[in-house]
Structures are given as C-alpha cells and as structure tokens.
C-alpha cells in the first residue's frame, strides 16, 4: 500500500509558512512597488491604458485585476486574454506568439500606456518559452511604453527588460507557480486599494 508522503494538515502549515517567508523577503522589494504604482498613476493621469499581458494563473489574476483598477481607480485597464473571439481568431491565424502582439498593435500602444506582465518564469527568448509574453514586452519597450511586471523568475526576459519588477522570491522550486500566482493576487490588490478613487457599495455600509 502507498501511503501519503504527508498529512494535509502538514502539507497545509508548510505552505503557509513557505508563505510568510515569501512575504517577509518580499518587503525589500516595497521600493519597486512604490515605482509600479506610481508609473501606473501617472499613466491615468496622463490617460493612458494599463494592459495586461499573462497566461493561466497570470491570465486570471490580470482579468482580476483590470476589473478592479478600471472600476475603483478609474485606470483604462484592459486584460489582452480576456476577448475570446479575438484571442483564438490571432491564435489560429497568426499563432499563439503572436496573440499579445497583434493585440497591441491594434490598440495603437503608445508612450503613455503601461504594459503589466503577470507570469511565473516572465518569458525566455533563448528557450522559446512564453514567447507570446517577450514579442509584447519587446514592441513595448521600442515604442517607449513603460513595462511592469511580477514575475518568479530573475532570470526571465520580463525580470531583465521591464522598467520596474517584483519578483516572488523562491522558497521551494515545486511551489514556484503557487507563490508566484498566488502573490500576484495579493500585490495586485495593494495596488487598487493604494490608487481606489472609489469605495465598494458593501464597504460603504455601516454595521
């Protein structure tokens, strides 16, 4: 009989602890973060969009996001996975590195926009990997757009060529992609709640 390596119990104290240990060392990145959120307001000020360039948890988190930014902080966000027809229609006409790209091309990015990467590894030209997410970094970077991210890898293209990124420290390799996603999440929020101009309905109520 095969038995559990470990109890859940176990397994759910080491995830919380590898958590607070990601959090603590995540503190001597609040300089970078103070940066993002700035480049991200004067973007609004000046009326320029936020777009958000991820794939699954990153793809997810940044839909999260730019409903929240757009609705609380009135930030012309925009997620580049979330219009189906579109996404699948460049897919399957142009390929799937080339779905960012196109997006943005057709958008007319420009100098007063901000493109925000969400990924775990942040792209690897070398490798081949998430070249979806480099193409968009590299247009934006050549057209002077400010690039954000966060990211789990230092190594990444994202982490080498973005003006500002937080990158998740590594506690344990199998759980990269859960803290990484995970404390997307949470940043993400920090910046609504920092750059809100508008309360939730819920928020506003009193006990």
């Known amino acids: 009989m095969i038995r559990p390596l470990t109890t859940g119990e176990h397994?759910?104290?080491e995830?919380?602890?590898e958590m607070k240990k990601v959090a603590e060392e995540l503190m001597d990145q609040v300089e970078t973060l103070d940066k993002i959120t700035g480049i991200i307001r004067k973007s609004r000020d000046e009326g320029g969009r936020l777009f958000f360039c991820g794939v699954g948890g990153g793809a997810g988190n940044g839909t999260h996001a730019a409903g929240d930014l757009f609705k609380?902080?009135?930030?012309?966000a925009i997620c580049l996975t979330d219009n189906v027809p579109t996404l699948?229609?460049?897919t399957n006409d142009e390929g799937w590195s080339e779905v960012f790209l196109s997006q943005l091309v057709n958008w007319d990015m420009n100098i007063k926009d901000v493109l925000f990467v969400l990924s775990?590894?942040?792209g690897d030209e070398?490798?081949?990997i998430s070249s979806n997410i480099v193409k968009a970094v590299r247009l934006a970077k050549g057209m002077g757009t400010k690039v954000v991210g966060i990211v789990g890898r230092k190594e990444g293209f994202t982490?080498?060529?973005a003006d500002a990124v937080i990158i998740v420290p590594l506690i344990k390799a199998a759980h990269m992609t859960m803290h990484t996603e995970g404390m997307q999440a949470y940043i993400l929020h920090f910046i609504t709640e920092f750059l809100r101009l508008?309360?939730?309905k819920w928020e506003s109520q009193e006990k």
């Open 11 to 13: 397994f759910f104290r």
């Open 15 to 17: 995830c919380f602890f």
């Open 72 to 76: 609380s902080c009135s930030v012309k």
């Open 88 to 90: 699948t229609a460049i």
């Open 120 to 122: 775990v590894g942040g």
């Open 126 to 128: 070398v490798r081949n």
């Open 159 to 161: 982490a080498k060529n």
């Open 198 to 200: 508008r309360g939730a």
